[in-house]
């Protein structure tokens, strides 16, 4: 067993990318405090689809048994016209079965049930709420983070995971832009594109909405002919439905910059504005979707700004970036959390090995987390691009190539891409592995030198239990 390394982390952003560091950094007993800007923890959103390169994660951390009971195995999902008709689907069973080939199915899970599960398991006071950052300075011996609260905090090590409009970011590049070391990509603005409406309803009735019975979730998209949007029904457990409307807002580069400059994610009236919009949109479920909203109780609905980008810049001195903050996707492809999720277990497996803390030591190691994530950040963000615009463009010759996209998908190409997003299936070096199963064998590992203590509670003689 080894002595926690010696520095301090600070983590900037309770979103899923923190809330999992922060799980990660007290599994490995190592030294750290997240400063989240909301006053307290309540994540909005709507469905998370946790891939199987992620869940050998959420085995070794032993939360696999608790994220099961609170989603559903993907099964499949489905295109469709505003009338209903089929377009084409998607199967996780067939012709390829996901769960036998990479192990595990992907697990759909409400947005704010994987922060809950995740927050749970980080003990009380680690996460500083209402601590929204504003200026971050560093030198040779320190980073210090000053809030809007004017309160100071000082650490060795800070990472941004603070999402699209990470202040963590703007410090940085900011920094290097003034040294002429940005590379000018890096000052465009995010590509916003899309408004998006999500919310999570309250437990349904099952007789009305049989889908809800079923063990998988079956996405259902309805695809509008005229205008550039998109809305989404997704069963999650407790029989509850979440829901999401995309829209694209077609307004203009100054448009966007105007809202980006504004605000990034709109208030709950917002929310309620946007909603009347869409009230009459027909679902699969012989409902409209103002139905689910009514069932959508107060405060669990959320306008949010759907933007994209792929920086080159993600580190500088004891500062680096992951998840939103350095590749913001849109949702098409199901990558936002899982990608950063991802990004801290590599970064993790970094950090437990690091010995030091001189910021060329540092840099060392940031340098190597960015070769191995940011080819598959550029990536995500490139193909999420490409779904999205296959889902939402518009035009005869759109609707045609969506229509062949989604019949004829050729099998080869379907197991090539999931191939390729399946192979890394990356654990934490420092905790014991688990086994993984599935006929496609996961990228292989190293096992790290460093052990953690286990935090011993002295009123109960054994480890310290979270809240
Ligand atoms: C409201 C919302 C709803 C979403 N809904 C969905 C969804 O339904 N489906 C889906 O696939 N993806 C959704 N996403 C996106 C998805 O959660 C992210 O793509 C993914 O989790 C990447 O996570 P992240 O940790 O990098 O960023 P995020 O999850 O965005 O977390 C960033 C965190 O940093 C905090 N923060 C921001 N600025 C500061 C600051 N200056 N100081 C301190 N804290 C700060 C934010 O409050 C937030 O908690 C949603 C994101 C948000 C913000």
Redesign the pocket.
Known sequence: MSDPPPFKVLV???????LALGVMLERANMNYEI????PYHN??????CLAPSVLPLFKQLGLDVELKAMSKPFGSLVFREENMEIIGSYSSRTPVDIKERYGEYCQVIA?KDLCALLYNNIPQGKIKFG???LDIRQNMGEVIVQCADKSVHHADILVG???????VRQALHSDLEAKGLLPKPDLTPLGYQYDCL?GVTAPLDPHRHSTLFDKFSELQTVVSKDTTQTHWCIPLTGNRMSW?VVRGHDKGRKYAEDQIFKQS?WGEDAAEVMSYQYRELKTPYSCELGYLMDKTPKGFM?K?MLEEKYYKTWYGGRVVL????CHK?V?FG?Q??NQ?ILDMVALMNLLVDLNSNTVPEIECIFEKYFKLRSPVGRSSVEVSNRLGGMMNRKGKFNDFVRRLILRHVPRWFSLMVNDRLSYDRPQLEFLPFVEIEGTLKPKEQTRSTYVPMVPQDPKINGPILLH
């Open positions: 900037v952003g309770a979103g899923i990318g923190g400063l989240e800007k909301h994540p909005l959103g709507s469905a998370i947005r601590k929204r950052v995971a603070d999402g699209a409009y990470s202040a999500v999401m994610d959320a949010v992951t998840g939103d903050a996707v949702p199901g936002g959390a950063a």
